[in-house]
């Protein structure tokens, strides 16, 4: 395990789960703050060239402006299919909540 505490292409090669997520302007309390950071974390396309194999591109969505759409056609992007794993996942606990069996 290794954190990154800056967006570079060493910490993309290097990764196998890239965890998106937007900066969010509640958690500032200044302003101009959020204004300077905002844009600085935006995944583009390219930026995936020299990205291992089995990197898989994470956010919990809906985005704003840190995934470029040109990374949704990529097969590394596996947010739309992250987000489809939690509709289900959130039905099996409510079914096991509910004590509802499919079987």
Same mark, same amino acid.
């Given at each position: 395990? %290794?954190?990154y505490?800056?967006f570079?292409s060493?910490?993309i090669?290097?990764?196998?789960?890239?965890? $998106?997520t %937007? &900066?969010? %302007?509640e958690r500032?309390?200044?302003? $101009?703050e959020?204004?300077? &950071?905002k #844009?600085i974390?935006?995944?583009? #396309?390219e $930026?995936?060239?020299?990205?291992?194999? #089995?990197?898989?591109?994470?956010?919990p969505?809906p985005?704003?402006?840190e995934i470029?759409q040109d990374?949704d056609?990529?097969p590394?992007?596996?947010?739309?299919q992250?987000?489809?794993?939690g509709v289900?996942?959130?039905?099996a606990?409510?079914c096991?909540?509910?004590d509802i %069996?499919?079987d």
């Amino acid at each position: 395990y %290794r954190e990154y505490t800056e967006f570079s292409s060493e910490a993309i090669a290097s990764a196998d789960i890239l965890y $998106m997520t %937007r &900066v969010q %302007r509640e958690r500032f309390t200044d302003l $101009m703050e959020y204004e300077k &950071v905002k #844009n600085i974390y935006v995944l583009h #396309n390219e $930026m995936l060239n020299n990205s291992r194999d #089995n990197l898989k591109v994470l956010h919990p969505l809906p985005r704003v402006k840190e995934i470029n759409q040109d990374v949704d056609e990529n097969p590394k992007a596996y947010y739309f299919q992250q987000a489809e794993n939690g509709v289900y996942t959130r039905q099996a606990v409510i079914c096991d909540l509910l004590d509802i %069996r499919l079987d």
